[in-house]
């Protein structure tokens, strides 16, 4: 293993928090990680082989590695950030927001802002609000910024010596920066602070401020002035009973995270509370599946990544703790200058709301990756979790033992992978009937020996199986010895070449071609493989650990899938005969 060429470095490591990096042999950066105590964080790599794919893939092409020693683990958690962000490391989480939808951009690193319509969050040092959805949303809400509030959309350069207002001006559509005898930088900056708050959702505080200028209007008589105040106010104001009512007074400001992670990939929603209501939904999700991840490990990535061009606010509400919670808050904390909380709500309305988000993002995860490819992956999942297996069956083999025209016995075997049938790894045997080198399991033995045999799992050792090998001839079918015989002859085959194996084995039949499924295995040092019977008739699923077989519902994913796979099988064997 390549990981294990790094030995020596590796224990020379400070043991002090850091950065560290992955390398490949083409000089990539492949993995970026952060570490408390680098050389204890790293060695932990040397003995995490077979911990799920992506980390055997990690581990297999490391050709390299480099450190950074920082003062603290809030130091080597925003370098880490810096580091993913610049060099997008392939084993690295990355996730993508909804860049299909719009952004508005205030731009207040002008000395007279204008609202653009943008598609990407930049560090600029312009106000973002958004993304809006769907994406004429930004465009009728950039026109009312210039109907309410006079900001300007026009590119001159402004220095308040033009002569006279464009038509803009005119048509009541900007205050006119231009001229300074219409309006002063300063009347120009409060109108840019109002437009501000109509982007963040202050609504109740943007009417509040247009209140009293509409007041100090009028009493100065500038009805003119006023009157566009009113109406500005009253739009607000009609805005904001139009508003979703997703609000609860005591949830203040916080964001809410909902997330679903699957073996297609993951996908976060966000929802942004202001002032106790939702004023924005931002969704992230990953481009490609993140195999072996776990949600606290995809949660901490997704912090990470959407407060880099964001702040944080007070509270940040989660379905489950993000790894390095405290290191987070810290970052973030930093970042914004003042405490920032993580928490994760058991009860309540704020529970209720991550409950709401998570959902959210469930169906972001159907829509993102597919229904119909989802669908395979939740038919997986659930079979997983049915027979308690290790990992996610992504590689599933299927044999079974056919007759053709009574005389000739012959297994077929089919292949599934990630929900879908691969054609091309098929295989067909023939049963030849002879005494099997490691097990003895001939076609010639004794059925009733074979099948007493095969059931005890040939822990008795006064039952055997006919020491000759009997001559094929008359060739008796034994579907148990022929079921031995196939799977000893196909992972015999697949220890010589090295793989791949499969990730489930699922015999057509029940619990006797079960036992000689898993005779063969443990002759050949595969007891690790796990196995599965499916009874003809009662379709009920065996297992090597369960005395009694598991019965699913008609319409339980995880026996569709089988079933789907067994029926495949049988109609490859009629095929075939």
């Not at 603290?72 to 989480?93: C, D, F, G, H, T």
């Not at 709500?345 to 991550?354: A, C, N, T």
Request: aromatic share 6%; charged share 30%.
């Amino acid at each position: 293993m390549a990981i294990h060429e790094l030995k020596e470095q590796i224990a020379r490591l400070p043991e002090q928090p850091g950065v560290y990096l992955y390398f490949n042999a083409d000089g990539d950066t492949i993995y970026v990680g952060k570490a408390r105590a680098l050389r204890d964080r790293v060695r932990n790599y040397l003995g995490a082989h077979g911990a799920d794919a992506k980390t055997d893939a990690l581990l297999d092409e490391v050709a390299r590695l480099e450190f950074i020693v920082t003062d603290s683990v809030v130091e080597a958690l925003a370098l880490e950030n810096n580091l993913i962000k610049q060099r997008s490391p392939k084993y690295n989480i990355l996730l993508r927001d909804d860049k299909n939808y719009p952004f508005l951009q205030l731009t207040t690193n002008e000395p007279f802002p204008r609202v653009l319509v943008a598609r990407r969050v930049e560090r600029d040092g312009s106000f973002y609000a958004g993304p809006f959805m769907p994406a004429h949303f930004a465009r009728r809400t950039m026109a009312l910024t210039h109907r309410l509030f006079g900001i300007r959309s026009c590119n001159e350069v402004i220095t308040g010596k033009r002569g006279r207002p464009c038509l803009e001006y005119d048509i009541k559509r900007c205050i006119a920066p231009c001229v300074d005898e219409v309006c002063s930088p300063d009347e120009y900056g409060r109108a840019v602070a109002t437009t501000q708050l109509f982007l963040e959702g202050k609504n109740d505080e943007l009417i509040e401020t247009l209140r009293a200028r509409m007041a100090e209007a009028a009493e100065h008589e500038r009805f003119e002035q006023a009157a566009q105040l009113r109406d500005a106010m009253r739009t607000v104001q009609t805005l904001q009973d139009r508003q979703q009512k997703m609000a609860t007074v005591e949830m203040g400001h916080r964001d809410v995270f909902g997330l679903k992670l699957g073996p297609a990939g993951a996908a976060i929603q966000v929802f942004q509370v202001r002032s106790g209501r939702v004023v924005e939904r931002v969704e992230l999700g990953t481009d490609e599946a993140i195999a072996g991840s776990r949600e606290g490990e995809v949660l901490a990535a997704a912090i990470q990544q959407f407060y880099e061009l964001r702040g944080a606010p007070p509270e940040i509400h989660a379905p489950v703790e993000p790894d390095e919670r405290e290191a987070l808050e810290s970052f973030l904390g930093s970042r914004a200058g003042r405490r920032v909380r993580i928490v994760v709500p058991q009860r309540g309305d704020k529970r209720s709301m991550v409950d709401l988000a998570n959902r959210n993002a469930g169906i972001a995860y159907q829509t993102r990756f597919n229904q119909a490819k989802t669908a395979q992956y939740d038919a997986l999942e659930t079979l997983q979790h049915v027979l308690a297996l290790p990992s996610l069956p992504r590689r599933i083999e299927c044999f079974d033992i056919s007759t053709i025209q009574g005389s000739e016995t012959v297994a077929s075997m089919v292949v599934c992978e990630d929900g879908r049938m691969r054609r091309s790894d098929y295989r067909k045997f023939r049963i030849r009937g002879g005494v099997v080198e490691a097990g003895g399991w001939g076609l010639g033995a004794s059925r009733k020996g074979s099948r007493k045999q095969i059931a005890l799992g040939r822990r008795d050792p006064s039952i055997t199986a006919s020491p000759q090998p009997l001559a094929p001839s008359p060739r008796v079918q034994d579907d148990f010895a022929a079921m031995h015989e196939v799977v000893h002859r196909r992972y015999r085959k697949l220890l010589e070449l090295g793989g791949p194996f499969p990730d489930l084995v699922v015999i057509d039949g029940g619990k006797g071609q079960l036992s000689a499924a898993y005779a063969a295995l443990e002759e050949l040092g595969l007891a690790n493989l796990v196995a599965v019977g499916i009874a003809k008739k009662e379709e009920l699923l065996y297992t090597r650990d369960r005395e009694d077989p598991i019965a699913l519902t008609a319409n339980d994913p995880a026996l569709l899938l089988i079933q789907r796979i067994r029926d495949e099988r049988r109609r490859r064997a009629a095929r075939d005969a």
